[in-house]
């Protein structure tokens, strides 16, 4: 398989950065996601034959960190937090508002139109700025239900403007 | 992005350039940027460590152990190469200090970060960042490459004929892997499971190599002790707890946010004054002082000192300076169980006492708030927490099991209430969602 041009590039670079090359794993794993929208089966064997370890051991790595997946989520994966300072200034509703909102009903469901996945996630370092949610990488604090709907409604333009 | 706020008592060490610009390296310069690390080359490995000893910074990672014992520990002759790794993993629930160092001050780190290396003899350093914290892993990406356009890194830095890389690492999500072995491993390409001590990582660490690991903040502080001086950052503390630390006040309070304070400074005073006082009017019930993993305090216990003695003596830790307000509307039992559920999902899962021990927890506290305990499962959950205790392979169960305990000894009657499939007597009450719709 082939990596985009960027994408090699990231890899020749962290290469640089390790006396042994297995050390790129974890972050190489999460830009490779982010190309492909999900860690593919084709990006684990490349790596596995590039970094000289099984495939196995590199799904194990994967399975252990909460980010990496192996299946497609939506083009906006909104993640709301939902531990202690969230669920204190209402997290949970921001949860459920979101679910209703997208009608996604399971942790990590994807919309119809695979433009938004909604997980609930552990602290994302927004405390002091609870309730919070992620938007692939974005921040967005301070939540209400409104300030949802407006947030999603500028990723669904963004969207539909792809 | 995350709103800066401030109050008159903060004392700005580590926050000092914040707001100004500092991410770019010139603007870093004209406030006085790279020129600790100029000292420290002046000053050789033993003066820096001195430096360090006479501030009595202490880790502010969570442990709180003394920063210049630390760096002391690290062999002088190594076979293997050294090295430096900043924990910016910042995952401990309340805790979202260190994020925003990285936005405002990212070269304090790495000046942080060179200023260690060259203390141990190090030549190699990383700064690892929570895979979450995109934004700023390309941030701390830009500061390197421009410390390394200066020359401030690489070769024969500021021509001292010292050799000192800088790198930077990004995490996928994990708690654990905030702990320093679990660190090391994480960095190594592997699953976050921690490594058995001794060896200590400051004699076998990452790649074998003896290791010092610091927090960010830890980090960022160290250029500003050694351009006042140990003695002085000292004092700007109380005695064994010197300087300032970045305190995040979340939950319950009219002001949350992240305020850097004194160590010694009143936990009343920072709820109260800095803090503004609970939100909507209503009273205290229970603070979580340290982030998530402490015991909590009662509001008869709240005239403390925040320093790392002080709070110990008081049967909780100061850890990573997350203060999570919790108003006397909050259901102890649910944020209990919040809590435990956190640990559950989080628990790499290699040692028995923590991977069932927060399985148990969380089952228990579920059907317990659901209304389907019995009077005895109040003290099988303190038990069970109980037995937990160092006997896990790293702190992780601790952590998971010190914040239980203590709300089933300080809130036993919440518990009690909630017996006899009697519904949660919290949870129609609009406190959340109104706070939400306030902001
Ligand atoms: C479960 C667990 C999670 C931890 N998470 C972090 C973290 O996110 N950031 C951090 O700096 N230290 C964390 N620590 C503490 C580190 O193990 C280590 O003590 C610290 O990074 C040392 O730096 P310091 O001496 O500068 O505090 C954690 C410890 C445990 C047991
Ligand atoms: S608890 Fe939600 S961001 Fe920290």
């Known amino acids: 398989m082939k990596f985009s041009e960027q994408l090699e590039a990231r890899y020749s670079d962290m290469l640089t950065h390790y006396p042994v090359k297995r050390s790129l794993l974890v972050p190489f794993l999460l830009y490779t996601q982010d190309e492909f929208g999900y860690v593919t089966d084709d990006a684990i064997e490349e790596l596995s034959r590039r970094l000289e370890i099984t495939a196995l051991e590199i799904r194990n790595v994967i399975s252990y960190y909460s980010m990496l997946r192996t299946k497609p989520g939506g083009r906006y994966n909104v993640q709301v937090c939902t531990n202690i300072c969230c669920l204190l200034r209402g997290g949970e509703e921001m949860l459920a508002h979101a679910r209703k909102t997208l009608d996604v009903a399971v942790n990590k469901g994807v919309t119809a139109d695979g433009v938004f996945s909604v997980e609930e996630v552990e602290c994302i370092g927004a405390c002091s700025w609870a309730p919070a949610m992620q938007v692939n990488y974005d921040f967005h604090e301070n939540l209400t239900p409104e300030k949802i709907d407006r947030i999603l409604d500028e990723y669904r333009l963004k969207a539909a403007q792809q | ?439």
């Open chain 2, 1 to 439: 992005m995350a709103n800066l706020v401030s109050h008159p008592d903060e004392v700005k060490v580590v926050t000092k350039r914040f707001g100004q610009g500092a991410a770019n390296i010139d603007r870093y310069l004209e406030l006085d940027g790279y020129k600790a690390v100029q000292k420290a080359l002046e000053l050789g490995a033993d003066g820096i460590i001195n430096e360090m000893k006479a501030s009595s910074l202490r880790g502010r990672g969570g442990a709180g152990f003394p920063t210049g014992m630390k760096w002391s520990f690290v062999p002088k002759e190594s076979a293997k190469p050294k090295y430096v790794l900043c924990n910016g993993d910042e995952s401990e629930p309340g805790t979202c200090k260190d994020r925003l160092i990285f936005e405002h001050d990212p070269h304090s780190v790495i000046e942080g970060a060179m200023i260690a290396a060259i203390a141990v003899g190090s030549h190699d350093v990383y700064i690892y960042i929570r895979g979450e914290y995109r934004y700023l892993l390309e941030i701390m990406q830009k500061a390197i490459a421009d410390a390394y356009a200066k020359g401030f890194c690489g070769k024969n830095i500021f021509g001292s004929g010292y050799d000192l890389n800088v790198y930077w690492h990004g995490g996928a999500g994990a708690y654990e892997v905030g702990e320093e072995s679990a660190l090391m491993e994480s960095l190594e390409g592997k699953r976050g499971v921690p490594r058995i001590r001794p060896p200590f990582p400051a004699v076998v660490g990452l790649w074998g190599g003896p290791t010092v690991i610091n927090n960010a903040e830890t980090l960022a502080s160290v250029p500003h002790i050694l351009l006042m001086g140990g003695k002085q950052y000292a004092e700007i503390g109380v005695d064994r707890n010197g300087g300032t630390r970045l305190f995040s006040l979340s939950g319950h309070v009219e002001r949350p946010g992240v305020y850097e304070l004194p160590l010694g400074y009143s936990l009343r005073k920072a709820i109260y004054e800095v803090g503004g006082g609970i939100a909507n009017g209503r009273a205290l019930k229970a603070v979580v002082p340290g982030g998530s993993s402490v015991p909590c305090l009662k509001p008869d216990e709240i005239d403390i000192s925040l320093d790392f003695d002080s709070m110990m003596k008081a049967g909780t830790f100061l850890g990573s300076g997350g203060i999570v307000v919790l108003d006397d509307q909050t259901c102890i039992v649910k944020f209990a169980l919040r809590t435990i559920q956190f640990y559950r999902h989080e628990s790499c899962g290699w040692c028995i006492p923590c991977r069932e021990g927060t399985d148990w927890l969380s089952k228990s506290l579920k059907r317990f708030h659901a209304g389907g305990g019995v009077a005895k499962d109040i003290d099988n959950i303190r038990y069970l927490a109980e037995n937990m205790l160092g006997r896990t392979f790293c702190p992780l169960g601790d952590a998971a099991a010190m914040p239980i305990i203590g709300f089933v000894n300080k809130f036993r009657k919440e518990f009690e209430a909630h017996l006899d499939g009697k519904p949660c007597p919290y949870e129609k009450h609009p406190a959340l969602s109104q706070l939400a719709v306030v902001r």
